[in-house]
């Protein structure tokens, strides 16, 4: 089962704690040894699901944006998203080199067609730059795959 994940970045961390168990708690609804996490490992919910799925025993396949990716993440974030890059089982490519929203959309359109269910950290609300979480769900929705919002109740970003 290959279970893509999109959501908002940047989260408070009582969000973040809130959200981090639901992930925990999605990633146990699968068997782990045929659970696959479907990410862009940026900050926030793609790094927390894939790390879920992978302290289960599952896999993680990484879908890379644009070759500069990484480096229009945080500097921060840096060490996390190479330990997870590491642990992919698989790596797949747009073939798109700037990190912009046109290839974060492209992204985002392979990680869905890649998955079996995408479960979306979202608050519901209209995305706020081209790719962003509606977008991805909108994309999804359209193309079939089934959508999972996981948002805590009253958090906002």
Do not use: N, Q
């Not at 609804?29 to 302290?55: K, M, R, T, Y």
């Not at 912009?100 to 608050?123: C, P, T």
């Amino acid at each position: 089962m290959r279970v893509g994940i999109t959501g908002h970045r940047g989260l408070s961390a009582e969000v973040e704690s809130r959200v981090r168990a639901m992930l925990t708690a999605a990633a146990d609804e699968f068997d782990a040894d045929e659970l696959v996490a479907v990410s862009c490992i940026a900050d926030g919910p793609d790094a927390w699901w894939a790390e879920a799925v992978l302290a289960r025993g599952g896999h993680v396949e990484i879908v890379l944006p644009a070759e500069e990716y990484r480096e229009g993440l945080p500097e921060w974030h840096w060490p996390v998203y190479d330990r997870l890059y590491s642990a992919a089982a698989e790596v797949h490519r747009t073939g798109m080199r700037s990190s912009d929203s046109a290839a974060h959309m492209a992204g985002s359109e392979v990680l869905v067609g890649l998955s079996d269910v995408l479960l979306a950290v979202w608050d519901g609300k209209p995305a706020w730059g081209y790719g962003g979480t509606a977008d991805v769900v909108a994309y999804a929705e359209r193309t079939g795959v089934p959508v999972r919002v996981l948002w805590p109740d009253g958090a906002s970003r």
